[in-house]
């Protein structure tokens, strides 16, 4: 089965898969703006700005209220689309009650990128001091597809996207779906389309 990815992959300098430029989806998640006609979104448009600044394409973004099913359905629903090599979503990494975005996306994961949260919060920890602790920031790869929680503040998610994200997805996103460009793909059936 070929994907369009197909079209936009290569190899670096180095002989590494890549994927350029990334289809990539956003999450917001925040119960106060989701109730809102026209919301401010300042972490979903600083991911967008990271992006769009590499050449990379926003295919998707989405706002949801800060609830695990809500999350995961719209993580979940991102990953199984073909047109889509990248999910960020932006809120609820805290520790409150209803900063449940770690768990409902880890729930997707296949394989966790444990370094991503790790290097996060020492970047962080240049920026804020110790309340980069309270970040719970992670990563991991669902349907083959990089899924990154960042907390909801711009300056975090510019630091996520500019300092690790955007320079290192195109090869996460080509050696996630290497298998793919073999002529195999997994099924997504046990995903469903997230309609």
Known sequence: MSSDSDDRRSTDAHGH???????VGIVTVSSSRAGEDDPDDPGGDTIQAC???EGHEIQ?????????????????????????DVVCTT???????????PEATSA???????????LFRSLSWEEVGTRAMA???TAGIAVDTPVFCLPGSKSACETACTELIVPETPHLA??????RSNGTDRSLDEYGTGD
């Open 51 to 53: 992006f769009e600044a």
């Open 174 to 179: 080509g050696l996630a779906t290497r298998h």
């Open 91 to 101: 809120g609820g990494t805290g520790v409150t009650a209803d900063d449940v975005s």
């Open 135 to 137: 970040s719970r920031a």
């Open 60 to 84: 998707e973004r989405l706002l949801v209220r800060d609830d695990y099913s809500a999350i995961r359905t719209a993580v979940r629903g991102l990953v199984a689309r073909r047109d889509i």
């Open 17 to 23: 898969d890549v994927i350029d430029p990334l289809y």
């Open 108 to 118: 997707l994961f296949e394989r966790e990128l444990p370094g991503f949260g790790e």
